[in-house]
Nanobody
Framework: QLQASGGGLVPSGGSLRLSCAAS????????VGWFRRVPGKQSEGVGC????????YYPDLVKGRFIISRVNSENTVYLQMNNLKPGDTANYYC????????????????????WGPGTQVTVSS
């Protein structure tokens, strides 16, 4: 029901916009989180957007570089990633929560019910 797309290979300092498209659910009614995973490491959150007022949260490692937004008419949430660094290389995926709106809770993967396959982002040095 969720599908992340838009990944690719970019040079350091470049930008990418990832999409999280939904089918079967109306994404504007859900809080959405973006996560990333590198093989051999734990998954980490890179931001979330609450279904309540579209408030957003970003961890320090991406704050000021990543922006999450919604386009309700497209039933899609976007992750704009700017000034990418080699350390941002990972598989990125999105998740949706129908019940949680508090940003501090949305940082945790356990709050999400719907997950989609990821898209690979590779940043070259």
């Amino acid at each position: 029901q969720l599908q992340a797309s838009g990944g690719g290979l970019v040079p350091s300092g470049g930008s990418l916009r990832l999409s999280c498209a939904a089918s079967g659910i109306t994404l504007k009614d859900y809080s959405v989180g973006w996560f990333r995973r590198v093989p051999g490491k734990q998954s980490e959150g890179v931001g979330c957007i609450s279904s309540k007022n579209d408030n957003t949260y970003y961890p320090d490692l991406v704050k000021g570089r990543f922006i999450i937004s919604r386009v309700n008419s497209e039933n899609t949430v976007y992750l704009q990633m700017n000034n990418l660094k080699p350390g941002d290389t990972a598989n990125y995926y999105c998740a949706a929560s129908p019940r949680t709106t508090i940003l501090s809770q949305l940082q945790h993967s356990e709050e999400y019910d719907y997950w989609g396959p990821g898209t690979q982002v590779t940043v070259s040095s």
